[in-house]
T-cell receptor, first 112, second 116 residues
Framework: QQPVQSPQAVILREGEDAVINCSSS?????VHWYRQKHGEAPVFLMI?????EQKGHEKISASFNEKKQQSSLYLTASQLSYSGTYFC?????????????FGQGTILTVHP | GAGVSQSPRYKVAKRGQDVALRCDPI?????LFWYQQALGQGPEFLTY????????KSGLPSDRFFAERPEGSVSTLKIQRTQQEDSAVYLC??????????????FGAGTRLSVL
């Protein structure tokens, strides 16, 4: 089942902060965050693992609430380059090779 | 180093034609995934390879879709008798390990298929 992202879209001015949420109704093993610009490849940002381990971009932080099966991506002091569509991809314990189920995306627009 | 490369970047097909989409993963990557991305949506899983073995094809929408990775590197997604609902961006991703969870996937830019 597809995770649900919120908000669907957000508009910021440079320097402002944003939070993007990802929620699943199923038990999760890990959450992966990607950013995709129009016509380009999704770019890996962050992976959050059950147990609290994180790996990812130094200027972006995220959290993973295992009990609620929710993850949040925190974008601070936004830059113009942060614009794009953000996707969370969730991995369930039942798969052994990293199959991801993606949310519908959150469109982030940063204005000067 | 080189990332995941997909070709062609754009493909226009008449309904009923067969198409073949190519993916060159990052050298040495064991795992390879195909996803379908409809306009305004997130990528949706199609199939998974570990080396040359296709271990999961549960996401392929019909028997018109076929994927192969004969030598464990380059992969081809073939769609026979294309239909309008096949129009989408087809993304390929690779990751360094096989049969492992918590595996970061590296995506290509995709092939945009338009069926007229």
């Amino acid at each position: 089942q597809q995770p649900v992202q919120s908000p669907q879209a957000v508009i910021l001015r440079e320097g402002e902060d944003a939070v993007i949420n990802c929620s699943s109704s199923k038990a999760l093993y890990s959450v992966h965050w990607y950013r995709q610009k129009h016509g380009e490849a999704p770019v890996f940002l962050m992976i959050l693992l059950k147990g609290g381990e994180q790996k990812g971009h130094e200027k972006i932080s995220a959290s993973f609430n295992e009990k609620k099966q929710q993850s949040s991506l925190y974008l601070t002091a936004s830059q113009l380059s942060y614009s794009g569509t953000y996707f969370c991809g969730t991995e369930r314990p039942s798969t052994s090779y990293g199959k991801l189920t993606f949310g519908q995306g959150t469109i982030l627009t940063v204005h000067p | 180093g080189a990332g995941v490369s997909q070709s062609p970047r754009y493909k226009v097909a008449k309904r009923g034609q067969d198409v073949a989409l190519r993916c060159d993963p990052i050298s040495g990557h064991v795992s390879l995934f195909w996803y379908q991305q409809a306009l305004g949506q997130g990528p949706e899983f199609l199939t998974y390879f570990q080396n040359e073995a296709q271990l999961d094809k549960s996401g392929l929408p019909s028997d018109r879709f076929f994927a192969e990775r004969p030598e464990g590197s380059v992969s081809t997604l073939k769609i026979q008798r294309t239909q309008q609902e096949d129009s989408a961006v087809y993304l390929c991703a690779s990751s360094p390990r096989g049969g492992a969870s918590k595996n970061i996937q590296y995506f290509g830019a995709g092939t945009r298929l338009s069926v007229l």
